[in-house]
């Protein structure tokens, strides 16, 4: 099972993917796509499809996940997200994946065990589940690959259901 981890933005997207090898993940790829502010959303909202396209057909995976959108105040950053989102899902359905959301407290407790849990302590985790030297950076790549691992962690919970 691969899959692509998507922690949406228009300034910067964090992507990730990962591949369950049995009872291990492993660490595919990870990093961000980052969009001028000074060019227009359109163009902005363009190159983050094509780049999630690219790593679509890059990486072949079989799932993506992306984190759910969340805002309090600002409708405005909101709404701008949401079109991220939106290009990010339109690159999905061209490619047959399909996709699964995921609210920030789950991803915590999937990665951490608390949903509360800071950024440091989610990245700690990160570094420790994928056997990677040290805590991923960005913070949006790190974001991206703690998606990917709550959508794993999720695979195997259900499957344990069963």
């Known amino acids: ?34 969009t001028s502010a000074v060019s227009p959303m359109p163009d902005r909202l363009a190159a983050i499809h094509d780049r999630v396209l690219e790593l679509i057909s890059e990486h072949s995976p079989d799932v993506l996940a992306t984190e759910r959108l969340f805002f309090s105040n600002n409708v405005n950053t909101a709404f701008q997200v949401g079109g991220a989102i939106g290009v990010v899902l339109l690159a999905a359905a061209k490619c047959g994946l399909a996709w699964s959301e995921y609210r920030p407290n789950e991803v915590k407790m999937a990665v951490v065990g608390y949903g509360a849990a800071d950024k440091k302590q989610v990245q700690y985790m990160v570094a420790r589940l994928l056997n990677l030297k040290a805590a991923p950076k960005p913070d949006d790549a790190a974001d991206a690959l703690a998606i990917a691992i709550c959508h794993a962690n999720s695979l195997r919970m259900g499957a344990a259901a069963d």
């Not at 981890?5 to 369950?20: E, L, M, N």
């Open 1 to 34: 099972m691969r899959i692509l981890g998507i922690d949406p933005g228009t300034a910067t997207t964090g992507y990730a993917v990962i591949q369950r090898e049995g009872g291990n993940l492993v660490h595919i790829c990870s990093g961000v796509i980052r």
